[in-house]
């Protein structure tokens, strides 16, 4: 890396009045043709960037963003990790991304601040009980780390929960998976982006993607705002906007787009020192190194892609958080958006190839992509670059729909849907 | 959040209703004779389109009746709402 960044980088440029740092990625103009283009700026899609070119030596590459790295969904989650899915194929796939979550800050050398804090899930009738615990074990099995607490315990661990019997929703119980937590999600953009332009990477942002070239039943290259680029291989990574790209193609995707809201208070002295979801009720709280509280709330029942979300939404959330958490009941909301997720049926991703060669997609994560960031990136770089699936995404194909062969996550994703 | 002019009820607070999706799929005439692709054509594909949409909405804490509307879901701005069987207004 041309600036590493270190104590005594630090210490340098503080001593010169923060002026000479270096920008952290080059501004390139895209070049007429490329081995490979990836069309998303969001942590999926640089890090798929990244790993193109670290891991499978493809450095003539591209990533096209329509706005700027990182404004999308990226900087719009509320940046929770964890691995604590049910099936097979899940746990293998959320697990790799959190073991590279684990050493990512060292590998990207830039601080993406993952803390491991602890992810809580809480149970608040007999049936999430049974759920939770048999998630509890299947987590178990596949080599998760997952316990299961009673009421006790889990008021032990995050003492400003209500757990009194008397409340709507009552808590009977929650799994903690200990290694999960957070990391600075505009941090991750960055640090991707810094490391795939090291690399050789153009980054080209403020570009849009009009059109999807195919000769047949091949891609030849995308239509852009900054004019015509050619490409045999194309990734697409555009969250929410994944069908309008499908549809310049000429395929069919089985996602539906959706807002999803969250929100963060004025900042406070810390005060809960993990993440705390409650599918049930729907709230899900965590605070930030600024102090705020970050609040996600749930998604619009339609489709739309305002970027904004309804009222009501937001609502039902605090309702839910306030009973929780009596002690939050004076904080006042400071800010609030949406972000438009692609939402699969079976609430798991695709990341696959299609019936068009050297086009692949990655999509469908719904609710909770941002975990999955680094594991999403290195299993779809391997997917373009071999042109077959990694064994840990096979599942994850889109023919599932076809054969029936569903991975059906919609007990442990993060958001009812 | 929207103000939507149910057919049955007039205008109501968007909250009263919920929304059942896309419109217009038709269900399979001859379902024995459907090869897995059109099933998964027919039960997972959606248009998911950023722009005007027809969709089916349901005034679930109101009239409970079924009927279509067309909204632009770039914007949020509805176009048209017509009952249940009727054609589209706009194409």
């Known amino acids: 890396m041309k600036n590493k960044y270190s104590i005594f980088s630090l210490i340098k440029n503080a001593l010169s009045g923060h002026e000479n740092w270096q920008r952290a990625w080059r501004d390139p103009e895209p070049k007429k043709e490329y081995d490979a283009i990836i069309i998303g700026g969001g942590g999926h899609g640089l890090a798929t960037a990244y790993y193109l070119a670290k891991k499978h030596k493809l450095t003539n590459i591209a990533v096209v963003e329509k706005g700027w790295i990182g404004g999308g969904n990226t900087g719009r989650n509320t940046t929770i990790i964890r691995s604590n899915y049910l099936w097979d194929a899940s746990a293998g796939l959320y697990d790799h991304a959190l073991k590279i979550w684990e050493g990512l800050s060292q590998e990207l050398n830039y601080n993406v601040m993952f803390s491991q804090r602890g992810v809580m899930n809480l149970a608040h009738n007999l049936q999430d009980v049974r759920d939770l615990k048999r998630r509890t074990h299947a987590n178990r099995l596949n080599g998760i780390d997952a316990v299961w607490l009673n009421t006790e315990e889990v008021k032990k661990f995050c003492p400003i929960i209500n757990t009194s019997p008397d409340i709507r929703y009552p808590v009977l119980g929650g799994t903690l998976q200990k290694r999960a937590g957070t990391a600075r999600h505009d941090a991750v953009a960055w640090g991707y982006a810094r490391g795939a332009d090291a690399l050789g990477v153009d980054i080209i942002q403020n570009c849009e993607v009009k059109g999807i070239k195919r000769n047949g039943d091949q891609v030849e290259g995308i239509e852009t705002t900054k004019g015509f680029i050619k490409s045999k291989k194309i990734g697409v990574v555009a969250a929410g906007h994944s069908s309008v790209l499908a549809n310049m193609a000429g395929i069919r995707l089985p996602l539906e787009s959706k807002p999803l809201q969250a929100l963060v208070s004025e900042p406070v002295k810390p005060i809960i020192d993990t993440v705390v979801m409650s599918n049930a009720v729907h709230a899900y709280v965590s605070q930030s190194d600024k102090g705020e509280l970050v609040i996600g709330a749930g998604t619009d029942s339609y489709v739309s892609y305002t970027q904004k979300g309804s009222h009501n939404i937001v609502e039902e959330t605090l309702r839910a958080i306030l009973e929780l958490y009596p002690i939050f009941s004076r904080m006042k909301m400071l800010r609030q958006w949406g972000g438009i997720v692609d939402i699969c049926p079976d609430a798991s991703p695709i990341i696959s190839k299609t019936q068009i060669k050297g086009l692949y997609f990655n999509c469908g994560w719904g609710t909770g992509g941002f975990k999955a960031t680094p594991g999403s990136g290195d299993l779809f770089a391997h997917t373009i670059a071999n042109d077959e699936p990694h064994k840990l995404n096979a599942a994850f194909n889109l023919n599932r729909f076809v054969s029936g062969d569903l991975v059906d996550e919609h007990g442990a994703a993060a958001v009812a849907h | ?91």
């Not at chain 2, 999706?21 to 269900?27: F, Q, W």
């Not at chain 2, 005034?59 to 048209?80: E, L, P, Y």
Request: hydrophobic residues 30%.
């Open chain 2, 1 to 91: 959040m929207f103000i939507i002019n149910c057919p049955y009820c007039g205008e109501r607070d968007q909250t009263e209703f919920s929304c059942g999706g896309e419109a217009h799929i038709e269900r399979p005439k001859q379902p024995t004779e459907l090869s897995d692709d059109q099933w998964a054509e027919y039960l997972f594909m959606r248009k998911n389109i950023k722009g005007v949409q027809f969709e089916r909405w349901n005034h679930a804490h109101g009239c409970r009746k079924w009927f279509n509307m067309v909204r632009d879901t770039s914007n949020d701005k509805i176009q048209a709402v017509y009952k249940m069987g009727e054609k589209p207004p706009i194409k």
